[in-house]
């Protein structure tokens, strides 16, 4: 084979692969699922994951760094006999009233946060709030 065949075909292999290529960049990516922005999952992702972590066991980036470390959030109805205390999770996570036998809050006040706008019912506040307790009640007893 000549230098000038072996050239020639070496530039076709490379135009077919740079066609490949482009061809496989040109195809349309896959749509993405719908988020849905009211959803108990949504909101763990957003305001939670961060310290309790993706799956809720407490290992979230930001936990190295807190004083306190973050709860298993896997295992709150394990902590209560086996029974998730649905109210008792939802006035931990709303914040804005003070529970005297847990002392002064460890964790930011959300019932706030989960506004959207000043004049926003309390009653989206409470549903937001109602969508991550039943979001956290099926991350129970889910393996780490």
């Known amino acids: 084979m000549s230098v000038m065949t072996r050239w020639l075909a070496g530039g076709v292999v490379l135009f077919v692969l ?22 108990g999952e949504y909101f763990y992702r957003a305001f939670c994951a961060s310290c309790h972590g993706p799956g809720g066991a407490g290992d979230g980036v930001v936990a190295r760094i807190l004083r306190v470390p973050p709860p298993d959030l896997t295992r709150i109805a ?15 996570i709303d914040g804005r009233r003070d529970l005297a036998p847990h ?11 989960l506004k959207v706008t000043e004049g926003q019912s309390e009653a989206v506040v409470a549903q937001r709030i109602a ?14």
């Open 18 to 39: 740079s066609a490949a290529a482009v061809a496989e960049q040109a195809r349309p990516l896959a749509p993405r699922p719908r988020q849905d922005y009211t959803s």
């Open 131 to 144: 969508a991550l307790v039943r979001y956290l009640e099926s991350l129970q007893g889910k393996p780490r």
């Open 78 to 92: 394990l902590r209560h006999s086996g029974q998730f205390p649905a109210e008792e999770v939802y006035r931990a």
């Open 103 to 113: 002392g002064p809050g460890q964790m930011p006040v959300w019932g706030d946060v």
